[in-house]
């Protein structure tokens, strides 16, 4: 993580390979390696190495939470949609929340998938503000916060207004998940924004 926080993701990769080749059946070890080749845009082997840490154990470190995004982010929607459902049957999800995806896709294409994931983790932030208590904690990025998750899938959205004011929640409440903003893909898109590069400098990880 610090490593891709300073922008030094090759360093990263080099050990997450290595860590692997050390211990080849550790799945924890393989969904890190896959984060790494994420944030180098190393699509296809990220998404080969999250098929093999699913088929060893999808239990561990939600493999499909993260091929979710990948495919997101390909336009591969079909993929995606699949790969939601999976994490979050997974997650304990009940067969009418996999229905209502089903649903909502059919009706509303990709875009109303992410809306309703939106809804979901928008509803489980408050829930946690009022509680205190951390929700959805086997969930993909539950350690990172929800409010640099809904970020995200603004951003993938290309909703950039809304994708930046949850992004600023998640700094003022110094979320883990901010720390690779300066590697992350999924704000590529964003970069030259003024609003991303301030951002950066409040983390002090700008150039």
């Known amino acids: 993580m610090y490593l891709m926080a300073q922008g030094q993701p090759d360093e990263g990769l080099a050990e997450a390979r290595r860590a692997v080749e050390l211990d080849p059946l550790s ?34 470190g939600n493999p499909h939470g993260w091929l979710f995004r990948i495919y997101a982010l390909l336009g591969r929607h079909d993929e995606a949609v699949e790969a939601l459902k999976l994490s979050r049957r997974l997650s304990g999800a009940s067969p009418a929340e996999l229905d209502s995806i089903d649903r909502t896709y059919a009706r509303s294409g990709w875009e109303g998938v992410f809306e309703l994931e939106i809804e979901r983790l928008t509803e489980e932030y408050r829930a946690e503000l009022e509680t205190g208590e951390i929700l959805g904690t086997e969930e993909l990025g539950a350690d990172e ?30 979320r ?28 002090n990880l700008s150039d």
Do not use: C
């Not at 950039?160 to 929640?169: G, H, K, S, V």
């Not at 992350?184 to 400098?201: C, E, F, N, Q, V």
């Open 27 to 60: 799945v924890f070890l393989r969904n890190h390696l896959a984060r790494f080749l994420f944030i180098q845009r190393r699509y296809t082997e990220a998404i080969e190495a999250l098929r093999t840490a699913a088929e060893m154990d999808p239990n561990v």
């Open 145 to 174: 916060g929800k409010p640099i998750l809904i970020a995200r899938l603004y951003a993938i959205l290309g909703r950039t207004d809304q994708a930046f004011e949850w992004l600023d929640i998640a700094l003022q409440e110094r």
């Open 176 to 203: 883990i998940g901010v720390l690779s903003l300066r590697v992350h893909p999924i704000w590529d898109g964003l970069r030259s924004d003024p609003r991303y590069t301030a951002a950066l400098r409040r983390m």
